[in-house]
């Protein structure tokens, strides 16, 4: 019985292979189009189930003047259009020329080519038919939780300076998560508008993020630490910052969505999971420098002085350790990941906004809080768990514009059972 | 006032030494002695900070009417186990035998408010002045069952003007007594170390307490004010007020209080007289033990030439400052 | 010259709106979490969209306009008690942390598709469905009313030094309200009110002589809403000013500087910080209700922003002082623009588009905030001596 279960299950999944295989001597061949700059772009795509390419496949590619090309997918499901103009085209998916065990999901797109020379991708949705409400399930619950990871790991090198800079001014810096902001948007400035390399540029913009943190500590936290202003005062300075930076950043390049880079990034398949090449070395990029960070926190010499500063701050001073420079260094890190953080984002989400910073700081206070207000390791726990509840809420029943309330809530919910999170020290709540 | 916090028989009596010495003897003055008449009771009270046994208090009675002391080396958790009577710390053994009563009136589950609108209202060895309020602001704090404190009353003064009226005059009165009346309309925080001590501590009488709590009363006043607090702890006591106060140097207390009770390492070593304490050798083991290069005090700091000498000193200097206050105030 | 006085209009017509008047009761709200008990209410736009949904989702599903206030004060009175019942007694950020949090949570469920037919998701609720009622209530007639009727325009045909010398006396007249109000001039009592209420009443005067400003006597953004919106401002204002005179408002003050002081004195903290975060967060939701009588309920318009601008509007005017809120609003909303328009007017569009000095405003409200909390912590009003705030 279980064994004629399976087999039919088998079959199924197996269908669309058989199809492929009786259809593919029809197939045509694969013509990648090259944009040449100033005189053409492209439109491609790769048009495939969650399962196998879907080849002869008609496409239609409407102009904005109105004009259409007709293009079909080739044996690896692959489709490209050459366009002479730039602006808005329309991508439409004939629904006669598909397998008829492949359905649409969406069949209708719009693209905008933004200037000639370059390759837009369009991605069209088909699935198999057999694409059955339960094994899509369990799919969709690896997909979420490796994007609920990625988004923790990212989460996790901006909250892990916050956490730092709380542990050692006690200060719970507002502006913070506008520094994540600044990566993304410093990644636009110097990758897609000034042409450096992807390593080079994103090399200098954590450099250039982390200066901004030595600056800052410099010109304005160290001072106000000297003039004894208060903590809440401090805070509400961070707040003021906070809104010149979103505001500096509209000036300067607008409302819309910015990206780092222009193309779109290479997909790559893992079992169930579906993720972008960039994602992966982001998330790698993601674990070696936390990996870092916690290895210099714990072993280093300046790491052990750092955490002294979190313990006790005139204990710190009094046994010989450099307070202000600690905070300096903290501060610079802090920042450094932070504009990191942000550039990885804005990579694997495709672009960034002048107000992306508003919607990911509660998720960083989420994430220290979580944790426990001023534990670097803590940060790092909540903000993956922060990472996976924001992913896997839709998966699990959750209404989709929920995932950040249900983040919220999780953390209020914690608060009221453990306030001090789920690493802090008992006695530091008040 | 008098009238209000206690019993004045009792009050009458207990001025006078012979009485009081009657009240402290006829028992055995071990650890943790029953005694005649006790207002507090207190029963096996642990509290540990993580490993640390900070406070572990098997049994303690305080005496109605009296001063007692409660003296040990620095550490010894005398402030710990202040907060967990008063309700600012709750013990570890909470609900598992800790059981402690004042006057008749469990307190085990009592909050801090509760605890000192039952009558036992304590002050803080950082003094808690609050520094940007003026001295009579903090003053009006002290007393209780204010109408006006009542969120809808407040909207209406006729609810509250009269009582306000009252509550003033009896704060202008203990200013008087606590010679902080000149400085009634200053902020609290312009006051020095010492007014602030005596500033909460006429803030704690405003309530009418029939104990009051002093957590290290001397601690960073000067001597010639020193002399005059333990002046005014000692008319407390002549009103009929229960005192219990703190104290780390042994020789402070023992001019003016009925009974010592001495802590050491959380636990409670000895009671008693402070003449046959301070000879106890459990004691001397516990103040030595904890710190051997600490001299126990200067008792010679205590006699009337040397304070003298001291409250010269002390008037040149808070005539300097007040100078200097001046001038940044013109400034 | 015009130039000037365009920008001045402007400045004007900004004072005046329903929506500063709004955003100056929340502040008082905000000002008896934050200035006087020290509370950190990150969350006051939450209590402003609870006030303004409540209000609004019922009347427009045909109940009673008073009982959309009701429901809307309601909501904000739960609010309060759900976020205060398990802070209250924590440090002081975990408040903050809270409430930033729910305030949030509150504004994603709203704009859910899954409650459009209540609060119509991102795009909200249009005015038209539930003002209706609140107009019917103005007994101003219809037609249009320039306020003053004799203004400038009257006198010498408006020539350049009518303007000129009554804008001198205006700011002179402002600056010695200020003067009279920080505590100088030696009044007390009634002397010092009638000299206030005097002073107020010259210079709105002068203000509306300088700068008429016509407006539909009842329409949707006419001068019934303005006179509710304002009234009730100055309403709120004097019963925070009973409030804060009384016992009650001292032991606020106390519970600023020391809680456990005021716990050793016998008083119950935790009901008493409680009180004040319901009473703040009740006027936010009014301030909230007013903040959509001449617009709409948007829930992204009453986001963390708003929240923070209430800060710089507070910080501005003076926290802890009783007429700080409305004065900071005030100069908040009119200072703004009057940067945005002056941008636009003096700095040639190369340098910035019409686009950016609004951007551009919104940075200046940004530094301002940071350069008061840092030189001057007491705002306008307030007392430097009093004013530490330490949470």
């Not at chain 3, 303004?52 to 429901?71: C, D, Q």
């Not at chain 3, 002589?209 to 009730?232: C, D, E």
């Not at chain 3, 319901?278 to 929240?307: E, H, K, N």
Request: overall charge negative.
């Amino acid at each position: 019985m279980l064994r004629g279960v399976a087999g039919l299950i088998l079959a199924l999944l197996l269908a669309p292979f058989l199809a492929l295989i009786s259809s593919g001597s029809a197939s045509a061949v694969d013509v990648l189009c090259m944009a040449k700059p100033d005189e053409t772009a492209c439109i491609a795509g790769t048009l495939r189930t969650e399962e196998s390419p879907v080849p002869d496949a008609t496409i239609t590619v409407t102009s904005p003047s109105g004009e259409e090309q007709e293009v079909q997918t080739s044996e690896t499901g692959k489709w490209s259009v050459e366009v002479n103009e730039p602006g808005e085209y329309t991508v439409v998916l004939d629904k006669e020329s598909l397998p008829d065990d492949v359905v649409i999901g969406q069949g209708e797109i719009t693209v905008d080519v933004a200037r000639l020379g370059v390759t837009q991708a369009a991605t069209l949705d088909v699935r198999t038919g057999s694409y059955s409400a339960e094994t899509s399930k369990v799919d969709e619950l690896i997909q979420s939780t490796v994007n609920g990871l990625r988004l923790g790991l990212l989460l996790a090198l901006a909250s892990v300076g916050l956490s730092l800079i709380y542990g050692t001014t006690g200060l719970s810096n507002f502006a913070h998560a506008e520094q994540v902001t600044l990566g993304g948007i410093l990644g636009y400035f110097l990758i897609n508008q000034h042409g450096l390399g992807l390593w080079i540029g994103g090399l200098l913009v954590v450099i250039l993020c982390a200066f901004t943190g030595w600056f800052q500590d410099r010109i304005l936290w160290q001072p106000l630490r000297r003039r004894g202003l208060g903590l809440t005062q401090m805070m509400i300075v961070t707040i003021g910052l906070s809104l010149a930076l979103q505001y500096v950043y509209q000036y300067t390049v607008g409302a819309r969505t910015v990206r780092v880079l222009q193309d779109n990034p290479s997909v790559r398949e893992i079992g169930p999971v579906t993720i972008t090449n960039q994602s992966i070395v982001a998330m790698l990029i993601s674990v070696v420098v936390l990996a870092a960070v916690g290895y210099a926190l714990l072993r280093t010499r300046v790491g052990r002085a750092t955490r002294a500063v979190s313990d006790n701050p005139a204990l710190a001073a009094a046994s010989g350790i450099d307070t202000d420079r600690v905070i300096r260094l903290v501060w610079t890190t802090a920042m450094g990941l932070a504009g990191l953080s942000g550039l990885l984002y804005a990579l694997v989400t495709n672009g960034i906004k002048w107000d992306s910073g508003l919607q990911i700081l509660l998720l960083l206070f989420a994430a220290v809080t979580l944790g426990g207000l001023g534990t670097a390791f803590g940060a790092l726990v909540g903000a993956l768990i922060i990472g996976l509840v924001v992913e896997l809420s839709p998966v699990l029943g959750m209404p989709g514009d929920f995932k950040y309330a249900t983040a919220l809530l999780i953390l209020i919910l914690l608060l009221l059972v453990r306030p001090q999170g789920l690493l802090g020290k008992p006695q530091r709540v008040g | 006032m008098s009238d209000q916090m206690a019993d004045p028989k009792v009050a009458r009596e207990l001025a006078d030494p012979a009485a009081r010495q009657a009240l402290t003897s006829g028992f055995e003055a071990t650890p943790g002695a029953s005694k005649p008449d006790p207002i507090l009771l207190v029963n096996n009270i642990v509290r540990q900070f993580g490993g640390m046994t900070a406070v572990d208090v098997q049994h303690l009675e305080v005496q109605r009417g009296l001063i007692t002391a409660l003296i040990g080396p620095n550490g010894a958790g005398k402030t710990t186990f202040f907060n967990l009577i008063t309700g600012f710390d709750k013990p570890t053994t909470a609900g598992k035998g800790a059981h402690w009563a004042f006057d008749g009136r469990t307190l085990d589950k009592t909050s801090a408010s509760s605890v000192a609108r039952a009558g036992m209202v304590r002050t803080f060895q950082l003094t808690k002045a609050l520094s940007a309020m003026t001295v009579i602001d903090n003053m009006m704090l002290g007393a209780q069952n204010q109408a006006g404190e009542n969120l809808f009353k407040s909207l209406f003064r006729s609810s509250w003007g009269r009582q306000e009226k009252e509550i003033e005059a009896k704060a202008d009165e203990l200013l008087e007594r606590f010679k902080l009346y000149e400085k009634k309309n200053d902020y609290a925080g312009s006051l020095s170390g010492g007014q602030r001590k005596l500033l909460e501590m006429a803030r704690a009488l405003m309530s009418d307490p029939k104990m009051i709590m002093l957590d290290e009363p001397m601690a960073g006043v000067n001597p010639a004010l020193t002399q005059s607090l333990l002046g005014h702890i000692q008319n407390l006591r002549d009103e009929g007020m229960t005192v219990l106060f703190v104290e780390h140097d042994m020789h402070v207390v023992r001019h003016i209080s009925d009974w010592v009770a001495v802590m050491a390492e959380g636990r409670l070593v000895a009671e008693g007289s402070a003449d046959t304490v301070m000879s106890d050798p459990a004691v001397i083991d516990a103040y030595l033990g904890a710190h051997h290069d600490t001299d126990l005090g200067d008792d010679a700091l205590l006699s009337d030439e040397a304070l003298e000498e001291i409250a010269e000193e002390v008037a040149a200097e808070d005539a300097d400052r007040q100078a200097e206050e001046e001038a940044e105030g013109l400034r | 010259m015009d130039t000037i006085q365009f920008i001045l209009n402007g400045m004007m017509r900004e004072v005046l709106s329903p929506q500063t008047a709004a955003v100056a009761i929340a502040v008082i709200g905000l000002n008896i979490h934050f200035g006087f008990t020290g509370l950190l209410n990150m969350g006051q736009s939450g209590f402003m969209l609870l006030g303004a949904y409540g209000f609004a989702i019922s009347i427009s599903n045909g109940l009673p306009m008073i009982v959309g206030v009701l429901l809307g004060f309601g909501a904000a009175f739960i609010f309060a008690l759900v976020l205060g019942a398990p802070t209250l007694k924590l440090r002081g950020d975990y408040l903050a942390i809270v409430t930033i949090s729910a305030a949030e949570i509150i504004r994603y469920v709203g704009r859910s598709a899954l409650l459009v037919d209540f609060t119509g998701s991102a795009q909200g609720i249009p005015g038209s469905q539930y003002t209706t009622p609140f107009r019917n209530l103005s007994f101003f007639g219809d037609g249009q009313f320039t306020l003053l009727p004799f203004n400038y325009q009257d006198v010498a045909d408006g020539a350049a030094w009518v303007r000129i010398l009554g804008w001198i006396v205006v700011v002179a007249g402002i600056a010695a309200l200020i003067y009279l109000l920080r505590g100088g001039a030696d009044l007390k009592g009634a002397s010092k009110g009638f000299a206030i209420a005097g002073l107020v009443v010259i210079n709105l005067f002068l203000l509306f002589f300088l700068f008429p400003v016509p407006y539909q006597s009842t329409g949707v953004s006419g001068w019934w809403v303005r006179f509710i919106a304002w009234g009730l401002a100055f309403l709120c204002t004097f019963l925070v000013f009973l409030m804060v005179r009384s016992p009650w408002g001292r032991l606020l003050r106390g519970i600023r500087e020391d809680e456990d002081a005021i716990r050793s004195l016998g008083k119950n903290v935790f009901a008493i910080k409680m009180q004040a975060l319901i009473i703040g967060g009740l006027f936010g939701a009014l301030g909230g209700m007013v903040y959509v009588l001449s617009s709409s309920v948007q829930p992204d318009s009453m986001g963390r922003s708003l929240t923070f601008f209430c800060y710089t509007a507070l910080l501005l005017g003076g926290a802890a002082t009783i007429f700080g809120p409305v004065l900071g609003s005030v100069i908040f909303f009119a200072g703004r623009i009057g940067i945005k328009y002056t941008a636009a007017a003096y700095v040639p569009d190369s340098i910035m588009n019409n686009q950016q000095t609004e951007q551009f405003s919104y940075i200046v409200v940004g530094v301002a905030l940071m350069l008061i909390v840092i030189f001057r912590p007491q705002g306008i009003l307030g007392n430097k001596r009093e004013l530490q705030f330490n949470v």
